[in-house]
């Protein structure tokens, strides 16, 4: 665009605005707004930030975007608004992939050494003032697969491979020469490999492809003991199938940072269940994470108004920023 022109920006973000805006405040014309407001926020509006990236209110409101140039969400993830008028706009979608890697790679390895270690077990026995000495489990020599081969599975093999682990990956494209995998086999013959695997970690983008690719017959393919990670998208998994997994016993146990419906329902059978751990959407928020997301918007923000390529354009079409390995 014109450096001199004074953009006009929607940020849609609810009763928590972004902090860190002031550069951005300086040089266009904001309009904060919550779901309601935003049709009218979007009303001759250049470009929208999506700090609320929960949000599935932008299809509703689309209507109204009569000028809109440019969206950028505030995670990796862009399911919320993978709706048709977006997907086939002249609109460029942006997203904050890299935030959250190392976050989310720190938390899933810390959910594997707290199964093999059994800090759930300790806990309950701490609580109930219970001395019983027990025998736990080695990470070293146990192996992973995980699924989703984008910056985040990427952090994810590095650390776990870090501890002694084998670690696999799994993607649209099967290779035996990935620079962080080695090897990748295909999504699609995913039920062939699951089964070699102690754990299987989810953190594959959401898309027609992967909705449900965690199902009855999938959980039934992984190894008998083996344990189930998902930091990914709630929707890749089918909870009732896990759920059936996990009773039956042919699962050992599950993680569980994302959920088909969250909150979480109350009356879920997964609260309850010992081999299970649950977290609230929160794999990939450290301390200062609004600020770093913040600080990707502000960099493409002067890139688009400089005239220069943006970082972390998406495929529409793909759902998520193609990976150059």
């Known amino acids: 665009m014109n450096g001199t022109d004074r953009p006009v920006l929607a940020v849609l973000c609810g009763d928590q605005r972004p902090p860190d805006m002031d ?10 707004t919550d779901t309601e ?36 969400v505030a995670s990796a993830g862009v399911d919320s608004v993978m ?11 942006t997203n904050s992939r890299g935030v959250f890697d190392s976050a989310i ?40 697969l995980v699924v989703g081969t984008g910056p985040i599975g990427r952090a994810i093999a590095s650390l776990l491979r870090a501890v002694g682990m084998r670690v696999a990956g799994a993607g649209r494209r099967a290779r035996s020469d990935d620079p962080d995998f080695g090897t990748v086999v295909s999504s699609q013959e995913l039920t062939q490999h699951l089964g070699d ?4 970690v989810a953190v594959a983008p959401l898309t027609s492809q992967t909705r ?12 008998p003991g083996a344990r189930f990670v998902n930091v990914g998208r709630g929707e890749l998994m089918v909870t009732d199938d896990l759920i059936s997994a996990l009773r039956s016993g042919h699962l050992s146990g599950a993680a569980l940072d994302v959920f088909e419906q969250e909150p979480l329902p109350q009356d879920s059978p997964l609260w309850n269940m010992e081999n299970v751990l649950i977290s609230a959407h929160m794999s990939g928020d450290f301390v200062g994470w609004r600020n770093a997301l913040v600080e990707v918007f502000t960099d493409n923000f002067a890139r688009w108004r400089d005239g220069r390529e943006f970082r972390n354009v998406v495929d529409k079409h793909l759902g998520y920023v193609p990976s150059t390995n």
């Open 37 to 72: 407001g935003l049709p009218d926020a979007l009303r001759g509006a250049d470009a929208l930030f999506l700090y609320d990236f929960l949000s599935r209110a932008l299809a509703d409101a689309w209507h109204a975007a009569d000028r809109l140039r440019w969206v950028h």
């Open 197 to 200: 695997y102690d754990v299987v």
């Open 23 to 32: 550069l951005i405040e300086q040089s266009a014309t904001v309009r904060y």
């Open 212 to 223: 449900g690719m965690f199902d009855a017959d999938a959980f039934a393919a992984m190894r």
């Open 105 to 144: 790679a720190e938390y899933v390895l810390g959910l594997v050494i707290a199964f093999a270690k059994d800090f759930a077990g300790s806990l309950r026995l701490q609580q109930q003032r219970t001395w019983q000495h027990r025998e736990t489990e080695r990470v070293a020599g146990t192996s992973a």
């Open 83 to 93: 709706f048709p008028e977006l997907r086939d706009s002249d609109v460029v979608l």
